[in-house]
C-alpha cells in the first residue's frame, strides 16, 4: 500500500468512515470551498486613512500624488532626498511613464541581486494591517519587491481595500489563473532574533516606501 | 541524560539563566498589547477554534482536496509515514534534480526529522537562513530553544562570539551589526543554491497552496530564487479557504510576537508559470504524518489544532525558568509536554507532562483554544495505567485510591493529616520543611491548614443549622 493511502486509510478508520457518510462528507467539503465564509472581521472606517495610518505603524514611508503621470518626480525626488541612487529596476506594467524625464535610469524587468532599487505596483492594499497584496507575473515580477535593499510601490487609492477577505474575493474575480506567488508585503524586512531587538533588513529591503496615486 | 538532570544543569547555568531572565515576560507583554489593541480578538479565536477543529473532523477528505488543487497547479504531492521518511524523500528530489546545497526557511517538521543531518550525510549541503536557525547551524548544530525564536537563550556577546570564530571578522556587539553580517553572509548563499525548502503554516485546500509566515524574507528568497522548492510540513496543517486563511492570520502573529500581521505572508501555488522571469521550475509538497493520523478522533485530537505560535511557552513560568533545551525533543513548553510524549512514546518523555504547575495560562493564551493542561492531565492517567510511572507513586496512589472509597477512614486520615501540618507549622501560616517529604518544600513553602477540615466544617455548621 502507498503512504498515501495508508495514511488516508488510518485517517478514515480514525473517523469512523463509511461509504454513504463519505459521499455526504465530500458534498460539505465541496460547498464549503464554493461558498466560503469569512469569520469576524474588524468593522471598516475610512479605508486610506486607516492603510496610511497601519502602513506608517509596520515603518512603511508614504507619500503621494494626484495622477500616475507624477509618479517619476516623485520617486526621483524622494530617492535624492534619501540618498540613493535614481537607477532602478521597474516592473514592466510602469514602462509606460516618463522617467528619464524625471531623471531616472530605469530598466524595466526583474531585479537581479546588484539592483538596488526596485519598483512595483500592488494588486490590493489592505487598510487593516498596512499591507501591499502583490501578485507574480510576467508585469510584476516578485523578485523587485525582495532582492533590491529599497522596495517603492506604486498604490492606487482605488486599489485600497478594508480587510484580506475583500482583497480574496477580488482576486477571485479577476485572475483567470492563481499565480505562482501571493506576497503580502507589510513593511521593511526585519528580525528579533538576537535579544529581541528589532533590527530592519534581515534579508530583505531594509526601507519600503509607498506612493498613493489618486 | 534525565528530565531532572537536565533542568538541574540548567537552572546552575548561570549565563542562561541571566539570558532568561533578560526576555521573561516581554513575549507576553507584547501579546497582551497586541489583544488590548484588538477588540476583536476572543470572536476571532473562537472562530480560528472553530476553523482548526472543523478541519479536523474531515482531515482525510480536505487532504484529499489540497492534494487534488496542488497537483493541478503543477506541484507534486508526497507523503511521509514519518521524519526519517521524509527525508528519503527530500535526497531522492535532490538527487533528481543534481541539488548540491539547499536554502533553509524554518521548518519545525525539518527539526522533528533531523533533515540537516540526513542531507548532510547524503552529501547535501543544508545551509539554515532563518537568522536564529543559521547561528544555531554555525553553532555546530545546536537545536532550538523556542518555536518561534530559536535563539532566546542567547545573548548578543555570545553570537558576536561565535561569528567572530566562524566568519573570521572582528567581533560585534551591535546587534544590528551582527544582524547585517548575517545578511551578507547568506545573500551568496541564496543566489546560488539549487533547493530552497520552506515548512508551511498553512496548506490551503482550495487553492492547493502553501502559506508562509516570516518577518526576515528569507522564506520568500528560498521559494523565489532555487530552482527547485519543496515544502515540508505536517497533515494536520491544511485549512479549507482563503477566508480562514484571513482569519487564522489575525491571531498568528498576534498570539506569536504581539504584531498586528507579520512583514511577509506568502502563499506559493505550484511551479513557475510561461513567462514567469523568477519562481522555481518545480514544486514538491512533503506531508508528513509522524503519529499525526493516530491523534485523530483520540483523546488528544485537540493537540492537533496547534498553529505553532510559541504563546503557551511564553506565559509557562516552568519553560521560563528551564529553557526550551531541558524539554529534550524539538517541542519544549507545554505543547512540547503534550506533543513529545505523542510523537515520541509515552515512556521516552515521562516527566514532561509533569514538568507543568497547571497554571492553565497556557490555555487561556492559545489562540485555538487547546486545553494544554487537561491533556496533561490525561498523559499522566495514561502513563499512571500503563505502569510507567515509578513504584512509590503508584503504591502511595493505590493507597489513596483505596482510602479514598472508604469515606469513614478518609476522613479519619484527613483529620490526623491536618493536625500534623498544623503541629509542623507550629502557629505559623506557612510550613518551611515538609516534614515526611521534604522535597515539596526545598523551594518553596506549603501553606498551613486554615483551622478543621472541610468535612468538620460542613457537618458543624449542619448541626448548627438543624
Ligand atoms: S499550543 Fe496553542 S499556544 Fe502553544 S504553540 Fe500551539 S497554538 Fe500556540
Redesign the interface.
Known sequence: MSTRDDILGRLRRQLGRTGSGLAEARRRIRDEIDTPRSGPRPSPGDDPERFIGRARAMLSTVDGCATMDEVPAKVAGWLRAQGLTTRLVIAPAFAGLDWSGAGCEVRAGAAGPHDAVGLTGCFRAIAETGTLMLRSGADMPPVNSLLPDTHIAVVPRTCIVPDMETAWTHARAEWRHWPRAVNLVSGPSRTADIEQTIVLGAHGPYRVHLIIVG | MHFVDRVRQRLDDAELQHNLK??RG??AASRAAAVAA???FD??RA??TE?RARVL?????????FEAKATE?GATVL???DGE?ACELIIDIARRHGVRTVVKSKSMVSEEAGLNAALEAADIRPVE????EY?LQINDNEPPSHII????H???EQ?SALFARVHGTAPKTD??A???EA?AV??PQ??GADMGLSGGNFLI???G?VAIVT????G??C???PRVHVALTG?EKVI????????L??VLPRSA?GQ??????????????A?????PEHMYFVLV?GGR??L???DFEDMLRCIRCGACMNHCPVYQTIGGHAYGWVYPGPMGSVLTPLYQGLDKALDLPQAATLCNQCSVVCPVSIPLPELMRRLREKQMEQGLRPWRERLATRLWAWAAARPALYAWGARIAVRYLRWLADGRDRIQVMGLAPGWTAQRDFPAPAGATFRDLYARRRQGRA
Open positions: 533578560r526576555t516581554r513575549n484588538f477588540p476583536d470572536a476571532v472562530r480560528a476553523i473532523r474531515d482531515l482525510d477528505l480536505w487532504l484529499e482536496a497547479s507523503w511521509a509515514r521518511h537562513t532563518d537568522l536564529g547561528i525564536m530559536p535563539v532566546i542567547k545573548s548578543k553570537v546587534i544590528e551582527l544582524t547585517h545578511r547568506l545573500r541564496f543566489l485546500a482550495e487553492t497552496s518577518n526576515e524574507g528569507n520568500r528568497l521559494t523565489t530564487l497533515i479549507p479557504t482563503l477566508e480562514d486563511l484571513s482569519t492570520l489575525r510576537t498586528a500581521i507579520t512583514n511577509y505572508v506568502s502563499l506559493l501555488t505550484g511551479p513557475r508559470h513567462g514567469d522571469p523568477d519562481g504524518d493520523a493516530d485523530v478522533g483520540s
